[in-house]
């Protein structure tokens, strides 16, 4: 398997502007969790879904981000508009829930926001 | 509220020296606790993952241990080497949940050749 894949990897974009990270889990996992790493306040889980369905949103941090699953093989976090606070790494994962609950990390996005 | 505490936060070592991790977690009520490397500009990989029942894992060189009604849990790393260098972070589930980590900080662990 080739593991989590996330694109871009890197991200570079005016303050105002949309970003859209993207995200396909291990093939065969039922959750997926988007993370946010600053070196701040660490790592931080902003979003997961289990079976497509959103779970548990309360870390997304305002109305600007958004994540969506439409299907098992992707995903989207969406930030409109970017506002230079937002520059981080944002790490997508995934893991089979019920079934050891191992979660998988993709090589993550670093977006950067001027 | 769950929180996850790492220390030390940096560890320097020789080459060859055994050591331990540590990570200390305020709610004991986890389904399990997973330890991971991260490299300077990298993704993390996963170590080891305890489940609440299991008193330790081993991989190799690691070994983890979980006493959770201390709320502790260590990482053996045995005859280090200079490609053990890393950050080193523990994390477990928070909100009786199985699947949303709350993380330490990490340690970032050196060693010298």
């Known amino acids: 398997d080739a593991g989590v894949i996330q694109s871009p990897r890197h991200e570079v974009t005016e303050m105002g502007q949309e970003v859209t990270l993207r995200c396909k889990p291990i093939?065969?996992?039922?959750?997926l969790f988007w993370y946010r790493q600053t070196m701040m306040r660490g790592l931080e889980l902003l979003i997961y879904f289990n079976n497509n369905v959103p779970i548990d949103d309360s870390g997304m941090p305002e109305d600007r981000f958004s994540a969506k699953m439409p299907n098992a093989s992707f995903s989207t976090l969406k930030i409109q508009p970017s506002e230079p606070r937002d520059s981080a790494v944002y790490f997508c994962?995934?893991?089979?829930?019920?079934?050891?609950?191992?979660?998988?990390f993709g090589p993550g996005t670093r977006l950067t926001v001027t | 509220k769950q929180e996850v505490t790492q220390i030390p936060a940096a560890l320097s070592v020789p080459e060859g020296e055994n050591l331990v991790l540590n990570c200390s977690f305020t709610d004991s009520a986890i389904y399990n606790l997973q330890w991971f490397r991260q490299d300077p500009g990298k993704g993390l990989t996963s170590l080891l993952l305890?489940?609440?029942?299991?008193r330790e894992q081993t991989s190799g060189r690691l070994n983890a241990s979980l006493d959770k009604s201390s709320g502790r849990s260590t990482l053996y790393i045995a005859a280090s080497q200079p490609g053990d260098s890393a950050t080193y972070l523990c994390a477990v589930p928070y909100g009786g949940s199985q699947g949303n980590l709350i993380f330490g900080k990490g340690t970032k662990l050196s060693v010298k050749p």
């Open positions: 994962a995934s893991s089979q829930l019920g079934q050891g609950n191992e979660q998988y």
């Open positions: 093939s065969g996992h039922n959750s």
């Open positions: 305890i489940q609440s029942s299991q």
